[in-house]
């Protein structure tokens, strides 16, 4: 037993007055379906497009269904939203009807890429129908950019407890703000850049990176807090699955495309070969195969659609057979701040899709 005081610091309650969740290392999960879909009424409906020739106004919210969560782990916000809309536009003054349909609005793609479809019942009015796919479609994505930035910062007040260490460190800034002005200034620009990394508001950018680097101890404060590992900026993960399954089909629904398709539910392109490329989930992630053990191993180069550019990780797939089948996943080179994300996204669109296929 550890000596009074001496504790891990993770499990000191005296961190917080409560004792909740101290320094916000449990899991926590909020579900945000009934807020999302409160959210997408005010958002989307009323918006209005016009021209020389009409006005077409988004007049109902038909049709919601899907998903939304936020969880914290370890002081990290990891978001999971899935939705299908549809929506009724109408012309003022006129007759003339439509839809408007949002087939997938998921954290798979980036906002500027969703899928936005815009349909007019027979009759006149095709003039209209291409200004709500222009302009409208322009509008529509911009309220759902509004949405997911709300979810990551109205819908998460209070996920993130804070900490006596948070505390002392805001009345220092406020009780001395004229000694080590420097400092001040560096703990406000990363902390702002913790938390647009850290709810996807924002990119990270490495000439930022550098200059801030370059500055007094902003090294050992971006180390601590988790924005860059020593020396390489990225990170490892390992994960294991069992599969009730046996070690060929496993194997096979990673190599061949058909069945890639039908885990994903979405498009892919394989050649699963050494050196061949690959693409899954409509292109949001690509790579490329680097070995391949039959019923053994795979490794591929491999990344998502909203990492820094040319940046790839390096998978490991091991296939081990018991009395089911053990998936050993290990990954190198996942973009700081980014791996509880891809760990989340393994489980949920790799292991939990595969499982429901066998």
């Known amino acids: 037993m550890a000596k009074w005081g001496q504790g891990d ?3 000191i309650v005296e961190e917080r007055e409560d004792g909740t969740n101290v320094n916000n290392w449990h899991w926590t999960e909020r579900d945000a379906t009934s807020w999302s879909k409160g959210k997408f009424q005010d958002l989307l409906v009323g918006i209005v497009v016009e021209n020389d020739v009409g006005r077409g106004e988004i007049s109902e919210l038909k049709q919601v269904e899907g998903e939304a969560s936020c969880s914290s782990r370890k002081g990290k916000l990891i978001f999971f939203y899935e939705w299908y809309i549809k929506l009724g536009w109408k012309e003022s003054g006129v007759k003339h009807k439509g839809l408007i349909e949002i087939p997938n609005l998921s954290e798979e793609n980036e906002v500027d890429d969703t899928e936005v479809n815009v349909s007019k019942k027979k009759g006149d009015g095709d003039i209209l129908k291409d200004l709500m796919k222009t302009a409208g479609t322009a509008k529509v994505r911009q309220a759902l950019g509004d949405y997911l930035k709300a979810l990551k910062t109205e819908f998460t007040t209070g996920m993130i407890l804070p900490t006596k260490a948070m505390a002392t460190q805001e009345l220092t800034v406020e009780r001395k703000p004229s000694e080590n002005t420097l400092q001040v200034q560096l703990s406000f620009i990363c902390s702002q850049l913790y938390l647009e990394v850290q709810l996807g508001l924002g990119v990270f950018s490495h ?4 200059e801030l680097k370059s500055c007094r101890n902003s090294e050992l404060w971006f180390q601590s807090s988790g924005l860059i590992s020593s020396g390489t900026g990225c990170k490892a993960l390992h994960m294991m699955e069992l599969f ?3 070690v060929e089909q496993l194997y096979s ?12 539910k979405s498009t892919a392109v394989l050649e699963a070969e050494k050196g061949g490329k690959f693409q899954m989930f409509d292109g949001n992630i690509t790579g490329e195969y680097r070995e391949l053990l039959t019923n053994k191993k795979i490794v591929m180069k491999w990344r998502c659609r909203n990492w820094p550019e040319e940046h790839y990780a390096t998978v490991a797939l091991n296939f081990v057979p018991t009395l089911q ?4 996943l290990d990954c190198k080179g996942v973009p700081v701040c980014k791996e509880e994300n891809m760990k989340f996204y393994w489980q949920k669109q790799h292991f939990e899709e595969i499982k429901g296929l066998l």
């Open 325 to 328: 089948t053990e998936l050993q």
């Open 207 to 210: 000439n930022l990176g550098t």
């Open 253 to 264: 629904i990673f190599t061949v495309k058909d069945l890639v398709q039908k885990f994903s």
């Open 244 to 246: 009730d399954t046996s």
């Open 9 to 11: 610091p993770r499990w």
